[in-house]
């Protein structure tokens, strides 16, 4: 199964604009649009999540075709009535359980996950999607690279495609690319290695983790953590680490008291070179070459 959530972007600063039955008809127009554009890919529409939508498809293929289509009606729509209004896209490949007219399952979370770095006018698909698709859909995709979501142990590579707003000339938006220590370009002169150590020094927890290519190691007080650290200090699930094509990344899991590298807090993620040190709320990790 292929899921497919959309949001909508600006909704909130239209209803601010235009009276509230103007702003619902421009939502309810695009949600009826929505749903009419599914049938030729073998899609269903599963329900309005507010200002989005939850969608099915039988194959990838249709998710990707379907999501084009949406940006052009969105488009359309702020056209026509003069609205800086985009959609954000998101779509993954995995299972999940159909049942009393909604889903459910872990891929239904990862795929609204997803959601929180794309930017308007922008579609994200995971590398599980991606696998699928034959060369014509995957045409203007580009690597966003690896994510670690809160409440999940293992990154997802994602692929990030622009649809340009006719209204904005706008494609990628600063919200989805964070700074640009972020980006895969700066990993192209990188040094790249198939293993790290990370040294973890708090003052409960004295540990070497031996991180191997394609692995994911999770920090925080939860039971799940692949380290569990009993400080409040800490979020439940704090901070990641993996290993993508030989570079070490580090994530800040929306923790309150963030993760921190060369004297910046992580907005998000951030490739970490070997023998230095991210610090934690209370301790540290150095970044070694395992021995």
């Known amino acids: 199964m292929t899921i497919l959530f959309t949001d909508i972007v600006g909704s909130v600063k239209m ?6 039955s ?5 939502v309810k127009n695009l949600e009826r649009q929505v749903q ?5 890919h073998k899609g269903k529409f599963i329900k309005s999540t507010g200002d989005g939508h939850l969608c099915i498809f039988e194959e990838p293929s249709g998710a990707v075709r379907t999501a084009r289509t949406i940006h052009g009606l969105c488009d359309n729509l702020a056209r026509a009535h003069m609205q800086d209004l985009a959609v954000r896209i998101a779509v993954h490949t995995g299972e999940a359980v159909e049942e009393g007219g909604d ?13 929180s770095v794309t930017g308007a006018c922008e579609t994200c698909v995971t590398a599980d999607t991606w696998s699928k698709l034959g060369a014509e859909d995957r045409q203007g995709f580009v690597p966003h690279g690896p994510e670690v979501f809160k409440g999940f142990t293992r990154y997802t590579y994602i692929y990030k495609k622009p649809n340009p707003n006719p209204l904005t000339d706008v494609t990628f938006r600063p919200e989805s690319m964070a700074d640009e220590d972020s980006t895969l370009l700066v990993t192209d002169t990188m040094p790249k290695h198939a293993r790290y150590a990370l040294l973890i020094e708090h003052p409960q927890v004295t540990k070497t983790v031996v991180l191997s290519e394609g692995e994911t190691h999770v920090l925080g007080r939860a039971p799940e953590c692949h380290t569990q650290i009993p400080d409040r200090m800490f979020s439940s699930t704090h901070a990641a680490f993996s290993v993508v094509d ?10 309150s008291n963030g993760v921190v ?7 998000r993620r951030k490739p970490i070179e070997t023998n230095s040190m991210v610090q934690l709320p209370t301790g540290l990790v150095q970044i070694k070459l395992p021995t």
Do not use: E
């Open 246 to 255: 030989g570079i070490l990344w580090c994530f800040d899991l929306q923790s």
């Open 36 to 40: 009419d554009a599914l049938a030729p």
């Open 261 to 267: 590298y060369r004297g910046r807090r992580l907005k």
């Open 15 to 20: 209803y601010t604009k235009v009276s509230d």
């Open 22 to 26: 103007v702003a619902v008809d421009v």
């Open 103 to 115: 889903i459910h399952g872990q891929a239904v979370n990862l795929t609204a996950r997803i959601l």
